[in-house]
T-cell receptor, first 113, second 110 residues
Framework: KAGVTQTPRYLIKTRGQQVTLSCSPISGHRSVSWYQQTPGQGLQFLFEYFSETQRNKGNFPGRFSGRQFSNSRSEMNVSTLELGDSALYLC????????????FGQGTRLTVV | GQQLNQSPQSMFIQEGEDVSMNCTSSSIFNTWLWYKQDPGEGPVLLIALYKAGELTSNGRLTAQFGITRKDSFLNISASIPSDVGIYFCAGVFGANNLFFGTGTRLTVIP
């Protein structure tokens, strides 16, 4: 069974640009959550999608958004990039919303210059 | 947001030694999780704890859910070189909101 797949693995963007990251969950999993990991702030919850609906949202500005497709694949978008958005973005999948045992992908390392 | 204090921040131990790390919070959590993250990889779930006072083992790893529901600890016995990595605790609050500790970086000296 394939694990959680995130693409791309690495990205370099310029301030002010926007970026879209992709996450394919484990087959059969319907919940996808996104996290931002930085050395200073650690792992922080961004949002969770289940059945194409955002179920939970962390404390991030509106520049961070996401969506989920009918096949459970999810995308995360960050608009008007800032230097502080440089981070490892991780997605985690679980079978159902409210499942605490989430499985993480390898992450997308975003560098904003 | 919820604050999770994880300690120690880093540990250097000899192969074969036991390791202990803990996580404390000012808030109550419904579930405690422990993850390990290797360089360039996402976190991998090691142990999940669902009840106050619960003690759970996974091989050489043992974790406990504190009776106050505000803390948890993880023990690793007889450490080996592949135990190297960053260990994160995470508390689950409300509807599947995970809050992570700041991590404990473990180095095992052969």
């Amino acid at each position: 069974k394939a694990g959680v797949t995130q693409t791309p693995r690495y990205l370099i963007k310029t301030r002010g640009q926007q970026v879209t990251l992709s996450c394919s969950p484990i087959s059969g999993h319907r919940s996808v959550s996104w996290y931002q990991q930085t050395p200073g702030q650690g792992l922080q919850f961004l949002f969770e999608y289940f059945s194409e609906t955002q179920r939970n949202k962390g404390n991030f500005p509106g520049r961070f958004s996401g969506r989920q497709f009918s096949n459970s694949r999810s995308e995360m978008n960050v608009s008007t990039l800032e230097l502080g958005d440089s981070a490892l973005y991780l997605c985690a999948s679980s079978p159902w919303t409210g499942d605490t045992e989430a499985f993480f992908g390898q992450g997308t390392r975003l560098t904003v210059v | 947001g919820q604050q999770l204090n994880q300690s120690p921040q880093s540990m250097f131990i000899q192969e074969g030694e036991d390791v202990s790390m803990n996580c404390t919070s000012s808030s109550i959590f419904n579930t405690w999780l422990w993850y390990k993250q290797d360089p360039g990889e996402g976190p991998v779930l090691l142990i999940a704890l669902y009840k106050a006072g619960e003690l759970t083992s996974n091989g050489r790893l043992t974790a406990q859910f504190g009776i106050t529901r505000k803390d948890s600890f993880l023990n690793i016995s007889a450490s080996i070189p592949s135990d190297v990595g960053i260990y994160f605790c995470a508390g689950v609050f409300g509807a599947n909101n995970l809050f992570f500790g700041t991590g404990t970086r473990l180095t095992v000296i052969p």
